[in-house]
């Protein structure tokens, strides 16, 4: 009996060590350990906020479509209320689950996300986004016309 107990521990311990790697945050080509945002890459990466692209990459000098931000705001703050999967087009129950929560208000993405979806989001959407969510989870924030001073202010 003994002698099974320890051939299961450490068959479960092998089993265990095997599949750490699997669960681990994969490594990008080009950012390396000494990038200035790595740990804040692994972080989201071990979150399930992004994942990089297909080829290994990370792409941190990219910009940043409204479409994947409105996936990396859904997965961050939405986790489970949306549909992951074969969703077409995929960005779609990102978008809806954004839109339901009126993230998407007050943007030119909200106005026009399907004409804008794969063009770089502006810093303005972008923060309005934010603002948005941070609305919806009900924490105090500045005025709308705080926002309104900032799209003047900021260009892009």
Known sequence: MKKR????????????????????????????????????????????????????????????????????????????????????????PYTDTLSSHGVLDGTTAGSSFEASVNQPINRYDMARMMYNVLMDKGVKLPSDSALTTAKNTIKD
């Open 5 to 92: 107990i320890l051939t299961l521990a450490l068959a479960l311990a092998l089993s265990l060590g095997l599949a750490a790697p699997a669960f681990a945050a994969p490594t990008f080509s080009d950012v390396p350990s000494t990038f200035w945002a790595y740990n804040e890459v692994k972080e989201a990466v071990s979150k399930g906020i992004t994942s990089g692209y297909s080829d290994g990459t990370f792409k941190p000098g990219s910009s940043v479509t409204n479409a994947h931000f409105a996936a990396f705001l859904a997965r961050a703050f939405y986790s489970g209320e949306y549909t992951d999967g074969s969703a077409s087009p995929w960005y779609k």
